[in-house]
């Protein structure tokens, strides 16, 4: 999988552990939305498809994912073992990424975004 250089050096910003799994959530949003541009926004790594659909970011115990409030009401009844809040997921390092959860939430947006054009 190649990622864009400005996203690429946005993953060299963090220790290796934190590297891989920012890695491995730009891959399973890259699965799900081929066609979408990827950027740098508000600092973040973004998708975009008409706008923007979703963001993540790494920190220091966990990874943000960034899909906005819908998909996460939506979805919030399988959010019981992450902490979230009205816009954002932390999915914890020490834990696997919940891979279909957010292919889930993604393609959830996309369809948001879609159906509003």
Do not use: C
């Amino acid at each position: 999988m190649t990622t864009i250089p400005e996203i690429h050096n946005y993953h060299q910003l963090f220790e290796k552990h934190v590297q891989i799994k920012l890695k491995e959530i730009h891959g399973i949003i890259k699965a799900v939305l081929p066609e979408a541009q990827e950027l740098i926004s508000y600092k973040m790594p973004a998708f975009k498809q008409g706008k923007v659909l979703v963001y993540y970011a790494g920190y220091k115990n966990h990874i943000g994912f960034y899909p906005t409030a819908k998909p996460i009401e939506h979805f919030k009844e399988q959010l019981t073992n992450f902490k979230w809040s009205k816009g954002a997921i932390q999915l914890p390092l020490d834990q696997p990424l919940p891979k279909n959860l957010i292919q889930d939430i993604t393609l959830f947006r996309l369809k948001q975004v879609t159906e509003k054009d």
